[in-house]
């Protein structure tokens, strides 16, 4: 497993992801926590990591996709297709895990955007210091 490659103005697309994604509301499938962090690697490195998932819209079929594909939790698939790195080599577009965020099967990891991360619920969109992040996988 190796980190992906990014392409050259992956900045300016992954803000782009992050400003449309804080703009809009949350949908199931669209804008949730697990496209928020694969709409990221995406725009950054043109890899779709979802591309043979089925589509869900709601709870239910997020875990449904998950399952399809062998997984229990969407922590378990970033865990198979992204390398772990310290905290001290992970930067702005890696991803990151809070200790909580591994009891819930759908808890997506935040996406680093300097000294804190980026994620969102069905309610609020959330910004994780850095300090809370345990663990850490490098796009």
Known sequence: MRPLSRVHDWPDRLDQVIAEHQAAPFVWGHYDCATLWTS???AMTGVDLTHDFPRWRNELGAMRALRSRGFDSVADYVAAVLPTVPASLAGRGDLGFPEDAWRGPLASPAVLMGQFGVSRDDTRWII?????LV???KV
């Open 40 to 42: 990221a690697v995406h």
């Open 135 to 137: 663990t850490f996988f």
């Open 128 to 132: 994780i210091p850095r300090q809370r």
